[in-house]
């Protein structure tokens, strides 16, 4: 059973800096995609980035040159570099990870969340 518990969110002033992270409890070699999800208050959980075992990485509109999703093998660790931030990055951040085995996993595997607050 694959577990995944993100750490690191709290508050954010208007155009600084925040790392959230997410350790799984596998190896993420094992995972072939991992993803960042966001839920804001009212909203519909959205996809925020992803990125594939080889490096690949994508992201959403709203985030592209601001935020960085990356992963460490040797810690079993997702990252994501959240650069100037702005009101509208807040919400819950939710982990995501393909199931071993899977490709795209339509379901995954997912962390408990953690709250992310950019307000001045």
């Known amino acids: 059973q694959v577990q995944l518990v993100e750490s690191g969110g709290g508050l954010a002033q208007p155009g600084g800096s925040l790392r959230i992270s997410c350790v799984a409890s596998?190896?993420?070699?094992?995972?072939?995609?991992m993803y960042w999800y966001r839920q804001a208050p009212g909203n519909q959980r959205e996809l925020v980035a992803n990125?594939?075992?080889?490096?690949?990485?994508t992201y959403a509109d709203s985030v592209k040159v601001r935020f960085s999703i990356s992963r460490d093998s040797a810690k079993n660790t997702l990252y994501l570099q959240m650069n100037d931030v702005r009101p509208e990055d807040t919400g819950v951040y939710y982990c995501?990870?393909?199931?071993?085995?899977?490709?795209?996993?339509?379901?995954?595997?997912w962390g408990q969340g953690i709250q992310v607050t950019v307000s001045s």
């Open positions: 995501n990870a393909d199931r071993p085995g899977w490709g795209w996993d339509p379901i995954g595997v």
């Open positions: 596998v190896s993420i070699r094992s995972l072939y995609v």
């Open positions: 990125i594939i075992r080889d490096g690949r990485t």
